[in-house]
């Protein structure tokens, strides 16, 4: 895709499991950042339905999961002049470009992730192989599409690090210097990446696999559920508020979420709440959350309704997505010797 100045845009990809609802540390750590980011990008957003299996998943609710994903990015303002938006099943290049990918890295670079040694450890006895490969999957999301930057929070650096130690040694192996097989993506991480953390747990981050649901606010809570969570979240006895404080999460966090929601700077939240107590402030997060997150919902109840809309959105997105993985994968095959499809 090219601007006025002729210039071919760079591209980003990036996606969002289809798992759980999105709550607001999803939506301020990734969606939100990728609309503001938009314009100067050709992108790519997709609904990692593939990914959403690596561990116990419920199939009676995966689809509806997937159309809920896929509408929240619309509704959150991913606009389709320069967004694609696709399901991940839907290009079949993914799980085949994953394949070659695993027959040509050791076991160990896989087995050393922190975050598979981390979800290992909660699944048990039972951990299977998707979950161990599930980065090679990530990393074929990314190269299919010639990504050159995927906007990534602190727990995926370590992805990406490895789609970056896979394309060197497949360029090293099968490319030459002038024909690269595959191309080097780079991290975005803005710089105002704010944490969000949970509402019981101030140094936790808000997690959809936290057991407790009013541990996180969801994109899509009513007003009333948002009410009662900011009600009962955890607080301190100290008084007056405060960013930064070691000893103070709870405050910090909160306040951030402030700032986020009220869109106002981190100065004029200072100023506005450094002398109050948590019943004048509670009252002010609640509306603030309320107030931002009301015309999302709106917007997504709307996109929602319309299936013959969303799959039309999808269906174009799925062939366009198709038709560039399908290229890259090809290149792959044919460096790496294939008899190509005949
Ligand atoms: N692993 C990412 C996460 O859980 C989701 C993801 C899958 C992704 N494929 C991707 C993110 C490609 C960026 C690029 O957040």
Redesign the pocket.
Known sequence: MSDLTGMAKQRI?????PTGSLHVGNYFG?IRNWVQGQYEYDNLF?V?DL?AITVPHNPATLAQDTYTIAALYLACGIDLSCSTIFV?SHVSAHSELTWLLNCLIPMNWLTDMIQFKEKAVKQGENVGVGLLD?PV??SS??LLYDADK????E??KQ?LELTRDIVDRVNHQFGTPKELVLKRPEPLIRAEGARVMSLTDGSKKMSKSDPSDLSRINVLDSPEMIQQKVKKCKTDPIKGLEFGNPERPECTNLLTLYMLFSGKSKDDVIEECQDMGWGQFKPLLTEAAIAHLQPIQQRYKEIVDDRAYLDSVLREGGQKANEIANRTLNRVRKALGFLLPL
């Open positions: 990809l990036s996606g969002v499991q990734a997709c990692v990914h991940q599930y999957l990530m999301d990314i995927v906007p990534v929070g727990d995926q992805h």
